[in-house]
T-cell receptor, first 117, second 113 residues
C-alpha cells in the first residue's frame, strides 16, 4: 500500500524557536496533503490542506503565520511551527491520498510529537 | 457541515467478547465512510471503508455496514483479541477527490486476557 513518511517522530525545542516537520509520500505523488493536530486522548483536528504549488488552505481558528505550510513538490509538504510556545506542544499528523486510490482513502504518517519547553 | 458522532468510551472487554462501536454521521450527499485504528505509539491505519449505501467493509475480522437510512456505520467484531486494544476512529469524506476527512472523537478499546 501507499506509504507516507513523517519526520521527525519526536522533537523537543525551547520556547521561541521554530520547528519544521516533513511529510513525504514515498511511492506516489500527492497534489494534496493534510495536516492534523491531535491532543491527548482526543480526536484529530484538521489544521490545513496543503496544495502542491499553491497556498495552503487553513481551517478556521488556525493561525497561518504560526503554522507555515509549504508543498513545494508532489512528494513533500512541510509544516513549520514558528516561535513555538508550550501551548503548541501536541501530536502533529499528516496524511495524503494517492490520486488513483479508491475513493478518498488517506494514508497517514506516524506523527510527530512536539514538546516545547 | 459534516460531522461524525461516536459512542462514549473507553470500552473494556474480555478476550473473545463481541464488540460493537457505534458511529453515526451527518453529511450532505453520499460520503465515503471509514474506520481508522491507532495502535499505541503508532500512526493511524485504515481499518476498513465503505463508499456507498449498503456496502460492507471488512478487515481483520472487523465489519461495518454503510446504513444510509440510519446514517450509521457501526463497527463490529465477533471475538476480540488482546491485540485489538487501540483507539478507533470513525470518519467520513465528502464526495470528490482528495476531500478532507472529518473524524469522530475516537474510542479507546482495551481487551483483557
Amino acid at each position: 500500500g501507499a506509504v507516507v513518511s513523517q519526520h521527525p517522530s519526536w522533537v523537543i525545542c525551547k520556547s521561541g524557536t521554530s520547528v519544521k516537520i516533513e511529510c513525504r509520500s514515498l511511492d506516489f505523488q500527492a497534489t494534496t496533503m493534510f495536516w492534523y493536530r491531535q491532543f491527548p486522548k482526543q480526536s484529530l483536528m484538521l489544521m490545513a490542506t496543503s496544495n502542491e504549488g499553491s497556498k495552503a488552505t487553513y481551517e478556521q481558528g488556525v493561525e497561518k503565520d504560526k503554522f507555515l505550510i509549504n508543498h513545494a513538490s508532489l512528494t513533500l509538504s512541510t509544516l513549520t511551527v514558528t516561535s513555538a510556545h508550550p501551548e503548541d506542544s501536541s501530536f502533529y499528523i499528516c496524511s495524503a491520498g494517492p490520486p488513483s486510490a479508491v475513493k478518498n482513502i488517506q494514508y497517514f504518517g506516524a506523527g510527530t510529537r512536539l514538546s516545547v519547553l | 457541515g459534516n460531522s461524525v458522532t461516536q459512542m462514549e468510551g473507553p470500552v473494556t472487554l474480555s478476550e473473545e467478547a463481541f464488540l460493537t462501536i457505534n458511529c453515526t454521521y451527518t453529511a450532505t450527499g453520499y460520503p465515503s465512510l471509514f474506520w481508522y485504528v491507532q495502535y499505541p505509539g503508532e500512526g493511524l491505519q485504515l481499518l476498513l471503508k465503505a463508499t456507498k449505501a449498503d456496502d460492507k467493509g471488512s478487515n481483520k475480522g472487523f465489519e461495518a455496514t454503510y446504513r444510509k437510512e440510519t446514517t450509521s456505520f457501526h463497527l463490529e467484531k465477533g471475538s476480540v483479541q488482546v491485540s485489538d486494544s487501540a483507539v478507533y476512529f470513525c470518519a467520513l469524506s465528502a464526495a470528490g477527490a482528495n476531500s478532507k476527512l472529518t473524524f469522530g472523537k475516537g474510542i479507546t478499546l482495551s481487551v483483557r486476557p
